[in-house]
């Protein structure tokens, strides 16, 4: 049969992340090209404890329909640990769950973006977020990062010059994949920005509790005075990831048009996730929990810096990140980057090449990135000495 695709889904390639883990699931090969978090991170005999006794007494709670907005004891906790831990959220603001951030992410753009609008991406950017922007048939303009965040010139030059540009898309904590923060004068400056060009803000923030090293940055959000900014987080990397419990905080009029998208999508988030993931927030050791992630991350990231000074000084640089999972690395020009990636695969490391991320795939780029989350140390030292020799 001769299948007549949409126009959104034909030209859509899937997520080259994905497929590096699909070939290389259940072989023998080491994933720096990951970005799973560790999985000794896991709360696993607590959440065995919390499934039993949720299963035991209230278990039609957990296996029944839920409202769309997500679990009232959930979204309050979520709530009020915004408001002091990131001080963010007003009284003009509403919170709701998703189905893991990724699902806020495309909720927002669903909501705003008509065929053939803009979005400002930071470029690279996540690869997720690129393709669900593609599938709905925005038009991206991708926008250089630098050191320290965003090229404010260049994305002024856009919000001047591209037509009907309707968010800008940033992470900017820890970004993947450079593993770049904004700092506090650029997030002030894009928020400013975004008030003079009357844009949205899409803050996407799944890595703010994994900061390891440096000052804590207000998230844009937290400046967020006319309700432009919509903030998307996640308990992927601080629960469980299979979970698919993520949430968003925008204000009521923007959230009361994602519920409505999201019921056409899944009804509602799954009720079981979201009822442990409120145990976790109300009944566990919280701050304890992500002290203990931050270290395991502090050192993870501590032995690759150490073994790539070591055996590749000189030959490879990277930004050294103060939190997240992800060091993002230049080749030395002499070394084409993709013929660099298919020989640390066939000698058994798997890295993610830097076109991937890319707005523009065409673009020049010679880097790649690698991950400290997913692998063990015994990997990630044997995985380090064989970049090397490659």
């Known amino acids: 049969m001769n299948y007549r695709f949409s126009d959104k889904i034909a030209a859509l390639q899937p997520s080259i992340i994905r497929e590096i883990l699909k070939a290389t699931s259940g072989k023998n090969v080491i994933p720096f090209s990951a970005g799973n978090p560790a999985m000794e991170t896991f709360p696993v005999e607590a959440i065995r404890e919390y499934t039993q006794s949720i299963l035991e007494d209230n278990p039609v709670a957990a296996l029944q329909y839920g409202v ?106 820890f970004q993947n994949p450079t593993g770049i923060t904004t700092s506090l004068a650029k997030r002030k400056a894009v928020y400013e920005l975004a008030k003079q060009y009357d844009v949205v803000v899409l803050e996407d923030n799944p890595y703010g509790e994994l900061r390891f090293s440096g000052e804590e940055v207000p998230t844009i959000k937290s400046m967020d005075t ?39 999508e899944d009804v509602h988030t799954a009720m079981l996730p979201q009822i442990l993931a409120s145990k976790f927030m109300t009944e566990y050791d919280y701050a304890g929990h992500i002290k203990s992630i931050r270290d395991i991350y502090r050192r993870k990231c501590t032995l690759m810096i150490e073994l790539l000074n070591q055996h590749m000084s000189g030959k490879l ?74």
């Open 317 to 390: 640089t990277y930004h050294k990140p103060e939190g997240g999972l992800f060091l993002w690395c230049e080749l030395p020009p002499e070394v084409t980057m993709l013929d660099y990636c298919k020989q640390a695969a066939d000698k058994g490391v798997a890295v993610v090449p830097g076109t991937a991320f890319l707005v523009d795939e065409s673009a020049p780029c010679n880097s790649i990135r690698l991950n400290f989350s997913t692998p063990s140390d015994e990997q990630i030292i044997r995985g380090i000495e064989i970049l090397s020799t490659v």
């Open 68 to 173: 769309t907005e997500g679990y009232a004891p959930l979204r309050e906790a979520l709530a009020e640990h915004l408001k002091t831990r990131f001080q963010s959220g007003v009284e003009s603001d509403e919170l709701f769950v998703v189905s893991g951030a990724q699902q806020g992410i495309e909720l927002a753009a669903k909501v705003f973006c008509n065929e053939g609008d803009t979005i400002l991406c930071e470029s690279p950017s996540f690869i997720g977020s690129l393709n669900s922007f593609r599938s709905l048939g925005a038009k991206l303009k991708g926008i250089p990062m630098e050191s320290d965040g965003i090229d404010l010139d260049q994305l002024e030059q856009a919000l001047r010059t591209e037509r009907n540009v309707k968010l800008i898309y940033l992470i900017p904590s």
């Open 226 to 264: 006319e309700g432009r900014v919509i903030y998307v987080g996640s308990f992927s990397k601080i629960l469980s990831a299979g979970m698919r419990v993520g949430y968003v905080l925008a204000s009521k009029e923007i959230a009361s048009k994602m519920i409505v998208a999201k019921q056409g």
